[in-house]
């Protein structure tokens, strides 16, 4: 992936920005620490992958801005490809992927932002994951992988290398081989189950047909009960008849009697009540004359009432007018309280403007000593306006012989180690030799292995086909074999027929078709047996070949990589042939820099910076001075400030003057309010109006309470007047109901003596009647027992007849069950094989193993550019160790990823190692595992983004790892690198600056 064009509208620190990358090859990124430098790089992987640094999507959208869009145009597999993102806040993005074409960019977007995320990968080639651990060398990451322990490397390494993908079939082959394993023991037990079961079968098939006889026997027996007890019911049942009309008509007389009794008690009760009210009509004169005594106590009562609520309603009004009178004076005496302390403030600040008065003088002297100091620093502010372009211009030539020292520094570096690289190539061509012969010859062993092990599978595919058929010939004899047994069984009855035929048999012949049978079926024996022998021998053939297939396939495993290395060192050789010729060139090219070295290098820019040096000591301007000039005003600054304080002070001091005659005045009103407001006032006037006017209502609360007292003792006569009425209206009702209750009593008495005629009557015919209770009842409980016993003979027939149902389905689910338990034990093989297939020390390590050389021989090849060939990196999987706890010591191999780093000192911990030192190692690393993630991804590495911290690095340091961005150029179409370093920056010629303002990021491309 080479990027053309990348436009930016308010994406992260950004508002409008276009970036072009037409002509960059090798650049540098620069700008201050948060300028935006690596939002850039956010922005091409947003577009694309619409992943970024944010955790929140709506925190890539300019702050204050609505929306976001990103639109990246980029040349991959010799097409030019166009993403445009876009986001509104709050809402979803959009995604839009193009092509171009002859005719313009032709649209690849898909319907959906997955799908058309899926067609961008699957044209690109990359993930997110592989773009950021491959081509984007991200801050912070690059010591990643050598921080961390041995054993963990190896987990971060099949991390890049996505092998989490087999822990996840690991997982489930795992799971799948516990399920059918688990499923197998299941049906094992379910098959020992149903197998105890089915053996009562017979058992449960003879209790049917004794209950069956049972059942018939005894409901004969209960139908001839059933008709004895029918009969006996309907005698029953005309004695029922009588007993319940004797009942009727005996109910019906107890409830005369009763009602003649209650007649009776109110008769007596009506005399009672004539007798009381005839007692209250004799005393009318006493309680007409109490009662108008009470009428004339309630009325003087009344009168006492509505004194006492005026009474009330005055002295509350009269207390609510006071407290107003309080409050409006306690308003006055507020405001004078803060108008004496306005008074008292103005007096303290008449003193203080006094004390800065005294001060004029020594104000005026200050302020002639800021203008002469001032006069003085506006000389050195113009001289500086002369220096300031001179030292800006020396300053550029100086950076400008530095990047050309360095980079003829870096080019001398850069033959040097080329030239030690190819010397050790060329003294390296016998041993590459030599080592090319040993691979060819173990290649040729195992291509003959490969041969023989096509021969082992072609054997193993004929026993199987082999086995097949010996499986159906044993079918067939098993169904043979069944079919004399059933012949042999027919033949063994006294009426036996002929199979043939079906003719009745003499003695003659019957012995003989047995002969012939019993012949026949052991004939047929001895062939199934040679089947069953020849396929357990087929079957033991096969897993001699199987167990013969897998340790050939574990010797073949090392058969690609073997074939890479040849093809490794087949290049390496054909690389050697032209090394002498290189060697010579680059001595010519050696010697030339080292002459330029020497001094003889930019002449004309020397001469520049000389006559700037000549220049700048005539104008004769120091630093220090200007510093003390600044300081001198600065410290005269003072008097301006004093100066105001006075001018102020003294304007203050002519309003005081003004405000005090004011104050005093208000505070002497203030005073005579307040007196006039308890006299004069109109809420004072209504408080003396309303004690006058309670005065004369000469209202007394003991008098009311005697008078209240006297109105409840005579209340009673008010009850007894309203008897006395109440009496006079009852009287004559109560007589007429005395007339009727005598008449109702005669007609009861009449009613009570004709039922007592008819319960005589029906008692007699009760006595001619027989009563079969006893005999029904002993006969319904002989029903009942018998009815007792016939439930539980049917229920026992059910349950015999349901268990015998059971028992034919888990016959057909026994012979089920046996099928699956075969399919679940193969299963369970097979996963438990897979599981161990897909594991840490299966697939994964030996991918691993494969990986490594390749990754050692990339990091080695571009740790020798930065480090002049003084540091190699060699990788360990595998280390001795020590086990058990005995004093005897025995050696085991501990997997493990050790990083063995080797300098002309030895072999060093990669702790020792300096910063500078320890961050050649790490980028060498990281770069060769961002080409061996690129190539395995299936695309070319193109691109390479270098956003890493190189403050661990001297200026040395620094110098050759500019030097090996540069080597390694060729092998990329496009480098870009993130800095915020000088001298860094100045070693590139194409430089993409940004700056950051108030208005956002900019950008500015220099080349």
Known sequence: MIPVQLILKNFLSYRDATLDFGGL?????????????????????????????????????????KEVRVDFTFYNNQQTYRVIRTRARGATSILEFQIETPAGFRPLTRKGMRATQDVIIQHIKLDYETFINSAYLRQGRADEFMLKRPTERKEILAELLKLDQYDVLEERAKDSSKLYKGRAEEL??????????????????????????????????????????????????????????????????????????????EQLAVKSQLADLKVILNQAAEIIAGYAQ??????????????????????????????????????????????????????????????????????????????????????????????????????????????????????????QATETQLQSQYRRQPQLQQAALDVGIQIEELEKKRVYLQRVQEKGQERRHFIERLQVHQRDYEKLLGELEQKLQVLQSPNALCPLCERHLDEHHWSRVIQKTQLEYEDTQGQFWVVREQMAVSDREIQVLR????????????????????????????????????????????EHLESSLQGDYAPDKQVELQQLEQYLQQLNYNEQDHTLARSEVERWRWAEIKQAQIKDATKKQAQLAARKPKLQATIDEFKLKIQLEQTDSDTAKQIEALTQEIKELNYSSEQHNKLRQAVRESQSWQLRYQQFLSAQQKYPQLETRLEDLASSYKSRLADQQRFATQIDSIVE????????????????QQIAIRRR?????????????????????????????????????????????????????????????NVLPQLEAETNQLLS???ANQLHVQFVTVKAGRSGKSTRKHTKLIDTLDILIADGRGTRAYETYSGGEAFRINFAIRLALAKLLAQRAGAALQLLIVDEGFGTQDNEGCDRL??????????????????????????????????????????YLSI
């Open 547 to 590: 167990q013969e297939y897998r340790e050939i396939s574990q010797q073949l495993a090392g058969y690609d990589a073997l074939r890479e290395q040849r093809g490794q060192l087949a290049a390496k050789l054909q690389a050697t042939t032209d090394v002498q010729e290189q060697l010579q060139q680059i001595a010519l090219e050696r």
């Open 789 to 849: 016993e016939l439930d539980e003979k049917i229920a026992n027939l059910g349950r015999v007849e349901q268990l015998l149902h059971q028992l034919q389905t888990l016959q057909t689910q026994y012979v089920q069950e046996q099928e699956q338990l075969k399919y679940c034990q193969q299963q369970h093989r097979v996963y438990h094989e897979l599981t161990q297939a897909f594991g840490k020390n299966g697939i994964q390590a030996l991918m691993i193993e």
């Open 294 to 415: 009470y009428q004339s106590l309630q009325s003087q009562e009344e009168a006492f009432a509505v004194k006492s609520e005026q009474h009330t309603r005055a002295t509350s009004f009269r207390q609510q007018q006071q407290q107003e009178l309080t409050k409006q004076v306690q308003t006055i005496e507020y405001r004078f309280q803060q108008a004496q302390a306005q008074l008292e403030g103005l007096e303290q600040q008449e003193q203080e403007i006094q004390q800065t008065l005294t001060k004029s003088s020594e104000v005026e002297t200050a302020l002639a000593q800021l203008a002469s100091a001032r006069k003085h620093l506006n000389y050195f502010d113009q001289l500086q306006m002369q220096v300031n372009p001179l030292l800006q211009q020396r300053l550029s030539l100086q950076n400008q012989l530095d990047r050309t020292r360095a980079s003829l520094v870096a080019r001398l570096e850069q033959l």
């Open 25 to 65: 090859h090798t650049a540098c990124i620069c700008g201050s620490n948060g300028a935006g430098k690596s939002s850039l790089l956010e922005a091409i992987t947003w577009s694309i992958w619409g992943q970024s640094r944010a955790t929140v999507e709506d925190d890539v959208i300019y702050s204050g801005a």
């Open 865 to 867: 550019r930065l480090s």
């Open 188 to 265: 094992e037990r379910s098959l020992d189950n149903i197998k105890v079961q089915l053996q009562q079968q017979e058992t449960t098939k003879a209790q049917r047909v004794e209950l069956e006889s049972q059942l018939n026997s005894l409901q004969q027996q209960q139908a001839l009960d059933n008709i004895q007890l029918q009969s006996l019911q309907v005698v029953e049942h005309k004695r029922q008849n009588w007993e319940q009309q004797l009942n009727f008509v005996w109910q019906q007389y107890q409830n005369l009697s009763q009602d003649c009794d209650r007649l009776h008690e």
């Open 962 to 1003: 500019i030097a090996a961005i540069n080597a390694i150029a060729s092998d990329f179409a496009c480098i870009l690198t993130v800095t915020h370093i000088p001298h860094l920056k100045e070693a590139f010629q194409a430089r993409i600056e940004v700056n950051k303002t108030q208005q956002g990021s900019h950008i």
């Open 765 to 780: 015919q009760l006595k001619a009647t027989a009563n079969p209770t006893e005999q029904i009842n002993a006969l319904e």
